[in-house]
């Protein structure tokens, strides 16, 4: 009979699976429901993306791509770097992947050893603390407050170092909450980093091109280039052009790590598929305007359900700065009853009565460490948002 490993065996199963099933079974049994718990633009992929494809395939670009990534795909990652983010750096220090979240598993595979700690600030995107765990790490979550607009505080970082720790995980604009850090929260950070130099510094800016209110997202490395040699940026074309699908993400690191990097993806997938790099080299080397015409509309998104989840009573809801999430907190319904009676003694019971009352698909916060909240995409159209929001004020209206 099959047992699998412990390693698989001893991971929680987030309560986003059992949802989104259950929220197939309702739709199946033609249920209007609308969900909200994806984290996936809405957008169709850009043209050019279609094209780039295209033109690998045409040029003959079929047999196994190198490991690291094509050179041409490796030179527009090195052009969208100094583009946004004012880093030069050579093509060893660059690598791509099957998405975002293969640079993160090929990291911490290159480079956790059983018992080491990982800082992950909370709320947290929740495949960091599971891949860490994975491969025998610790992940050890550092509480970021409602009430800081969910930023990371210098004094918390340092107090949640070890001689075991061996990465701390920085992810701004941030998935759940759409957190950002300013320059200045940056440059406290990087003061704590200085004295801690056994410290890797992973930093996810996936979402770094979805930033509101006129606010730009900076990254670790600009603010303090001495710590160049131990910051990882992972990043990807998911989010900013709609390529959920494509898989290709991207790194910037230390060579080593980038070759040890390499090494664990030679002997998981011998690379990204050609037609995919060539869609992302497209996008990466090619003009911005598109990715600013959907910022657009999540920020007018944004403003319309923010507004709407703040008027609700007893709902709160923190402003986010990036990323297309708002992240409710619904402290005042725990202990409550719904209007079919359910006791919603936690989120996992408001986000399940959500799902069968008003047939609307959230995410538990709690699957992100915070609880009593839930994360709700805004990457959905305006119709489904605006009934989701109706659908929402009922429920909590008819809750005592
Ligand atoms: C914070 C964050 N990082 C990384 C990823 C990975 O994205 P991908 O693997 O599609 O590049 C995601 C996807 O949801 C994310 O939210």
Request: with cysteine; proline share 6%.
């Amino acid at each position: 009979m099959f047992r699998p490993a412990s390693r698989i065996a001893s991971l929680p199963s987030p309560a986003t699976i059992a949802m989104a099933a259950r929220a197939r079974e309702l739709k199946a049994e033609g249920k209007p429901v609308i969900s909200l718990a994806l984290g996936q633009p809405d957008f169709a992929s850009p043209e050019e993306a279609l094209e780039g494809a295209i033109e690998e395939v045409r040029d003959g670009h079929t047999g196994y791509p190198p490991l690291a990534g094509q050179k041409t795909l490796l030179e527009a990652v090195a052009y969208k770097f100094r583009r946004d983010n004012a880093l030069d750096v050579p093509l060893s220090r660059l690598m791509v992947a099957n998405g975002g979240k293969q640079i993160i598993f090929n990291a911490f595979m290159a480079s956790i050893e059983a018992g080491d700690e990982v800082i992950v600030p909370a709320p947290y995107w929740v495949s960091y603390p599971l891949i860490v765990q994975m491969f025998g790490g610790c992940p050890v979550e550092v509480s970021c407050l409602e009430e800081n607009n969910f930023r990371l505080k210098a004094e918390d970082l340092a107090k949640a170092i070890t001689p075991r720790t061996r990465w701390l995980v920085l992810n701004f604009p941030n998935n759940p909450t759409g957190a950002i850090m300013e320059r200045a929260d940056l440059e406290a950070l990087a003061e704590v980093l200085r004295k801690a130099p056994h410290v890797m510094i992973m930093s996810d800016e996936i979402y770094e091109h979805l930033t509101f209110s006129g606010k730009k997202h900076v990254s670790l490395a600009q603010i303090a280039p001495d710590l160049a040699d131990r910051i990882l940026i992972v990043n990807g074309v998911s989010k900013a052009y709609a390529m959920t699908g494509w898989r290709v993400g991207f790194a910037c690191g230390p060579e080593a790590l980038i070759k040890a990097m390499v090494k664990v993806q030679g002997n998981i997938s011998s690379g990204i598929c050609t037609l995919a790099q060539g869609g992302a080299r497209a996008v990466l080397s090619g003009p911005m305007e598109g990715v600013e015409a959907m910022k657009r509309v999540y920020e007018e998104r944004r403003d319309r359900v923010v507004g709407f989840l703040r008027n609700i009573p007893g709902v709160s809801c923190a402003m986010p700065q990036g990323a297309f999430y708002a992240f409710p907190g619904f402290t005042a319904l725990i202990g409550k009853k719904t209007p079919s009676g359910r006791m919603l003694d936690n989120d996992v019971d408001l986000a399940e009565a959500l799902l069968e009352e008003q047939h609307l698909a959230t995410v538990p916060g709690s699957s992100f460490g915070k609880g009593s909240h839930l994360r709700l995409s805004f990457a959905a159209s305006d119709e489904e948002l605006a009934e989701a929001c109706r659908r929402l004020e009922r429920f909590v209206l008819g809750c005592s």
